[in-house]
């Protein structure tokens, strides 16, 4: 049974490119997450979306930061223009309405931005 | 001051030893509470719910205190293979939606 799956697992680029994230969460689980993780700040929660909707993107640190869930299978994390402050793991994880509250986070895209 | 506050460590012990993990958190409306644990450049991954009644799993045991606001993770016994972070995690509701991390204590089991 597959996991969680992000790609790619490591993007490095130049400040002002843009960046895509993508993740596939679970079969049949129905909410997703998106998380970034550095030393300085611990994991902190960008986006999540339940049934495909957008319902907390308090997290996300600016315009530059954009997500979007076209379908149950499918989410993307878009930084536009990258900065180097965006240097970090970026995790998705998932979660099933009959799990109660366990996430399952995918394995990370490492991204450093020069 | 942070929603999930957790000693960073390192906490480096001896295998076999007993080590406690302590955590507090500052919202009170908190419902759910978990420990995941962390290996190196890994993803966080569940390691148990905590309940009011307190809870163990094998050589680990989760405590809960509402009054306080205060969680503990005992780990008794301990491996090498523990040596991990381990997080705390909080939800303000009991039916999924938004966890809140602390930063994480860093375990050093030595042989």
């Known amino acids: 049974d597959a996991g969680v799956i992000q790609s790619p697992r490591h993007e490095v680029t130049e400040m002002g490119q843009e960046v895509t994230l993508r993740c596939k969460p679970i079969?049949?689980?129905?909410?997703l997450f998106w998380y970034r993780q550095t030393m300085m700040r611990g994991l902190e929660l960008l986006i999540y979306?339940?049934?495909?909707?957008?319902?907390?993107d308090s997290g996300m640190p600016e315009d530059r930061f954009s997500a979007k869930m076209p379908n149950a299978s499918f989410s993307t994390l878009k930084i536009q223009p990258s900065e180097p402050r965006d240097s970090a793991v970026y995790f998705c994880?998932?979660?099933?309405?009959?799990?109660?509250?366990?996430?399952?986070f995918g394995p990370g895209t490492r991204l450093t931005v020069l | 001051r942070k929603e999930v506050e957790q000693d960073p460590g390192p906490f480096n012990v001896p295998e076999g030893a007993t080590v406690a993990f302590n955590c507090t958190y500052s919202?009170?409306?908190?419902?759910?509470f978990f420990w995941y644990r962390q290996d190196c450049r890994k993803e966080p991954k569940l390691l148990m719910s905590?309940?009011?009644s307190g809870n163990e799993d094998g050589r680990f045991t989760a405590q809960l205190n509402r009054a306080s606001q205060y969680i503990s993770l005992l780990i008794r016994d301990s491996k090498l293979s523990d040596s991990a972070t381990y997080l705390c995690?909080?939800?303000?509701?009991?039916?999924?939606?938004?966890?809140?991390f602390g930063q994480g204590t860093e375990l050093s089991v030595k042989p």
């Open positions: 994880a998932s979660q099933g309405k009959l799990k109660g509250n366990e996430q399952f």
């Open positions: 079969s049949g689980h129905n909410s």
């Open positions: 979306f339940n049934n495909n909707v957008p319902i907390d």
């Open positions: 919202n009170s409306a908190s419902q759910s």
């Open positions: 905590v309940y009011s």
């Open positions: 995690v909080v939800n303000r509701s009991n039916q999924g939606g938004k966890l809140i």
